[in-house]
């Protein structure tokens, strides 16, 4: 009886044993944790940073006054506009306090899309801040990496819609696709179809804003930020001039280049 | 039976169960034997990435990609409708056609010795044969797809799914597309033609008078066609502008990539080899003939205003030019045409 007693105790072992590695590529999958692996597919074993708290990001768009839908028909500049898919990366996030002092989230990279709009940043430590600084796009040695090297579900892996350009090797930072009214009825047509995909280390867009902020226990950490696509589209003919793949039209992806760096505010 | 040998078949039953059930998606693999290149006389061991180790089965598995059509939207294209190995892996019209009969910008590059290529594409714009793999794959007027849709696709097919875990241990993914069709690209070597034979393998009979006089005109200084055309892979890879046309306005070139003025209407110097295959000629394909070039060389181009200072005006007779055309044409090398390892 005893003998049968150890049996079963090996086989509940055993169950356990297989049954753990039975999973997919072990690893942590969280961005901001300091062993985060790009290659994992399942989520394990996490570490973080002592002492800090887990700060987000939460990136409320607008549009019009209003709040921005993908594929729902907006009139941008007087033009009747569909913006069909609308990405962009963010990077290199940091917090700043009032001696200038940087705190980092290294390691992050977040494609952020109008329909989410909570994203975690990591774990940052207590204090005082009062700016917050972030890239719009992707740093030059990681924007010239090859995206094979991660999972498909990364960020920085592969995507569909592909956020990356094969001809000159790098990221798109933000690709915003659409459609505008072409014959003028009113209503946007595929005949009015554009793209705006900005990319190229020089197009890299680092942004600082403002934002009083305390970390630590009991408070909400989360930065609330605003993102507004009217501003984005100031000085932009949305009828005539609508397309820009940065180098074939160069003068569309500097404004929007030089607008980037406005669309962003404190939310509170 | 007893309650207790029930309760022990039941368990081992369990484990038994347990253990064959246990599918892992990545696989411990045995480590392949080496493939070994088979490089020429002459040429210099190509540089292998260290995480794309050749081995036959990983090459084999990349030309099936290569000549897989389900790499393109709707399934009407592969890498070698365009890459044809009987145009030295490049195509005989102007600009190749893509999905949905869409056409680019580009004449088709022929794949002959890109394991020796330092840059992908003519203006430089991607850096490995591996991550070149998403240009076609994912260019509107080439096969218009998606890497995560490939993905998908050719992991709901079994022989894939079972040949991707034979050579990377895991599903079609990325990483392992990429590195497939790259091995079996590597493995597209020409250098046998009969200036091959000539110069390095020391068959003194391999060219004709003609094609010598023609050899010793092309490396003449007065020509100095060997000032770019350098080297076995008679290119020095380097950007240049042959001042062929006056107006680059539909194709910067390498411009396109550095957003440089001084670099409009530079493109990579093309290797030579096999270019009695790869008519039509240039960047755009415009050109039809080998005289056609020749004579634009010989005028000092059109001094567009970044062309290299290599090109100087300079004069042939008639029966020079033919020996230089003659060697040119002897730079075919008819065993890559006939390579069964490389055919579809």
């Keep these: 009886m005893k003998r049968m007693h150890h049996l079963i105790v090996f086989t509940a072992i055993a169950t356990i044993f297989v049954l753990s590695s039975c999973t997919k590529k072990e690893g942590c999958m969280d961005q901001t944790a300091t062993n985060f692996d790009p290659n994992a597919e399942a989520d394990m074993g996490c570490l973080y940073a002592e002492g800090g708290f887990a700060v987000e990001f939460h990136m409320h768009q607008y549009i019009g006054g209003a709040e921005f839908i993908e594929e729902t028909q907006h009139t941008i500049n007087g033009v009747a506009t569909n913006l069909n898919l609308v990405q962009f990366y963010v990077s290199e996030i940091k917090l700043v306090d009032a001696a200038g002092a940087e705190t980092s989230a290294p390691g992050v990279y977040l494609l952020i899309s109008p329909d989410v709009e909570e994203y975690t940043i990591g774990n940052l430590p207590t204090g005082d801040y009062t700016k917050i600084r972030f890239n719009v796009g992707i740093d030059s040695i990681t924007n010239h990496g090859d995206p094979s090297l991660y999972a498909i579900g990364n960020p920085l892996g592969a995507q569909f819609p592909s956020m990356h350009w094969g001809w000159s090797f790098g990221y798109i930072f933000m690709r915003i696709d659409g459609e505008v009214d072409s014959d003028a009825d009113g209503m946007p047509d595929p005949e009015g179809q554009f793209e705006m995909h900005l990319g190229s280390d020089r197009y890299l867009a680092a942004i600082e804003i403002d934002y009083p902020i305390t970390i630590g226990q009991g408070n909400e950490n989360i930065v609330h930020l605003k993102v507004d696509w009217d501003t984005f589209y100031t000085g932009v003919d949305m009828a005539n001039d609508n397309t820009t793949h940065v180098t074939d039209n160069e003068a569309l992806a500097d404004i929007l280049y030089e607008n980037t760096f406005n669309m962003f505010s404190p939310e509170y | ?344």
């Design chain 2, 1 to 344: 039976m007893t309650n207790s040998s029930t309760t022990y078949y039941v368990c081992l039953f369990i484990v038994g169960v347990l253990l064959i059930s246990c599918k892992k998606d990545t696989l411990i693999l045995e480590e392949p034997a080496a493939y070994v290149l088979k490089v020429p006389a002459g040429f210099a061991f190509p540089e292998i990435p260290d995480d794309n180790p050749l081995n036959a089965a990983k090459i084999a598995l990349g030309k099936k990609l290569f000549y897989e059509k389900a790499l393109s939207v709707d399934s009407t294209i592969s890498c070698g409708s365009c890459h044809k190995q009987a145009f030295a892996f490049s195509d005989n019209i102007a600009i190749s056609t893509g999905v949905a009969n869409r056409t680019g910008f580009r004449n088709t590059s022929s794949l002959a010795n890109i394991a020796w290529a330092p840059e992908m594409l003519m203006d430089g714009g991607n850096p490995t044969i591996e991550t070149q793999v998403y240009v076609p794959i994912e260019t509107h007027f080439e096969m218009d797809f998606n890497m995560v849709l490939l993905v998908d696709r050719l992991s709901a097919n079994q022989d894939y799914v079972t040949e991707f875990k034979a050579v990377f241990g895991k599903g079609p993914d990325p990483f392992g597309i990429t590195r497939a069709l790259a091995a079996f690209e590597r493995t597209i070597i020409s250098g046998n033609s009969n200036y091959d034979k000539y110069y390095h393998q020391g068959n003194n009979s391999a060219l004709n008078a003609s094609e010598i006089n023609g050899m010793n005109l092309f490396f003449s200084p007065a020509l100095n066609c060997s000032g770019c055309h350098s080297g076995y892979l008679f290119t020095n890879y380097t950007y240049q502008n042959n001042g062929y046309f006056s107006d680059y306005s539909s194709d910067s070139g390498r411009a396109r990539i550095t957003l440089l003025h001084e670099d409009a209407g530079k493109f990579k110097v093309p290797s030579l080899r096999n270019i009695g295959l790869t008519a039509p000629y240039m960047h755009n394909g415009e050109v039809a003939t080998l005289n056609q070039i020749i004579e634009q060389y010989k005028n000092g181009g059109t001094s567009y205003e970044n062309q290299s200072e290599l090109i100087q005006p300079f004069t042939l007779t008639i029966t020079e030019q033919q020996d230089l055309i003659n060697f040119l044409l002897s730079l075919t090398d008819d065993e890559l045409l006939n390579n069964s390892e490389l055919a579809e």
